[in-house]
């Protein structure tokens, strides 16, 4: 349901003609933060994702910037299932955002799920998409955390909503001593 209501809005998206003043914009954030994903508007949607969440004070700030991020999200999942599973990336017109570990909240709430490094290479050995790739393709996402000795953690994040989410559990069911692929697994990979 959510999906169909998903693909109705980014159809029907609309772009913001103006910048509202602060107290639209303060209108437009609460609706965005109170209403269901699914429910939105797609007006105040786009009108939502084209604030400057900066000027918000710190206690709707990261609730708003994680709704803003699941919007986005949401809209890239459903632009890359128009696109079926094979891939021609152009990671040269592409600059994934790098979070910090004050992201890290923000992206749970957004509904992004961490998945541990060998979990990451299994998505880049299997769909022959790099890092870059499975970021600007897909729904990964990276979190670098300082460290005080050494270089920073580096934490991989994916969408629950993303369809690469197939493999990730094709690869956990083999991990845990299942043999047996899902139907309908699909294919997903970046051609070169």
């Not at 920073?152 to 299942?178: M, S």
Request: proline share 7%; net charge neutral; with cysteine.
């Amino acid at each position: 349901m959510t999906n169909l209501l998903l693909a109705a809005w980014a159809a029907f998206a609309v772009p913001a003609f103006a910048v509202p003043d602060d107290a639209t914009a303060k209108q437009i954030v609460d609706y965005a933060l109170r209403t269901p994903t699914a429910e939105m508007d797609p007006t105040l949607a786009n009108a939502f994702l084209d604030l400057d969440l900066e000027k918000l004070p710190k206690k709707k700030k990261e609730k708003a910037q994680a709704k803003k991020l699941e919007l986005q999200t949401l809209l890239k999942i459903s632009a890359g299932k128009k696109k079926g599973g094979i891939r021609w990336p152009t990671p040269d017109g592409c600059k994934p955002k790098i979070y910090g570990p004050g992201d890290v909240g923000a992206l749970a709430i957004a509904g992004f799920e961490e998945i541990k490094e060998d979990e990451e290479s299994f998505l880049e050995e299997r769909t022959k998409c790099s890092e870059l790739e499975l970021c600007c393709e897909f729904s990964l996402t990276i979190a670098l955390i300082p460290q005080k000795k050494g270089p920073p953690l580096k934490l991989y994040f994916l969408h629950a909503n993303d369809p690469i989410n197939v493999l990730l559990a094709e690869y956990r069911n083999k991990n845990a001593g299942g043999q047996t692929k899902f139907f309908g697994g699909g294919v997903f990979s970046c051609n070169h």
